[in-house]
């Protein structure tokens, strides 16, 4: 079993940064890729980012390329989200989960096995 914890979020203004952070036990992150999505209100949950186990291969979403960043540190078992130049179409509760052995792509959900509960973040004009 996996414990994912996301924190980090709030309410920022546009053009603001923010970094969301994703700690896990129960199993280290070293073995497992690990990926952000959010969910706005009303909207399905949508990919962000993907990391590999030793953060050498990245994925973006086409929302957030160019402002995000993922990274993570497997010393702290942590996995990071650095959101720059926030607007307010970034408005949503960001998870964080865990790549799991179904072989489903990176950006859908099927292919995570273990979620955290969210992380709130709302971006006012």
């Known amino acids: 079993q996996v414990q994912l914890v996301e924190s980090g979020g709030g309410m920022v203004q546009a053009g603001s940064s923010l970094t969301l952070s994703c700690v896990a036990s129960g199993r280290t992150v070293t073995t497992s890729a690990m990926g952000w999505f959010r969910q706005a209100p009303g909207k399905e949950r949508e990919f962000v980012a993907a990391?590999?186990?030793?953060?050498?291969?990245?994925y973006y979403g086409d929302s957030v390329k160019g402002r995000f960043t993922a990274s993570r540190d497997n010393s702290k078992n942590t996995v990071y989200l650095q959101m720059n130049n926030l607007t307010p179409e970034d408005t949503a509760v960001y998870y964080c989960?865990?790549?799991?052995?179904?072989?489903?792509?990176?950006?859908?959900?099927?292919?995570?096995?273990?979620w955290g509960q969210g992380t709130q973040v709302t971006v006012s004009s």
């Open positions: 989960a865990s790549r799991g052995d179904s072989g489903d792509p990176y950006y859908t959900q099927a292919g995570y096995d273990f």
């Open positions: 990391i590999s186990i030793t953060g050498g291969i990245i």
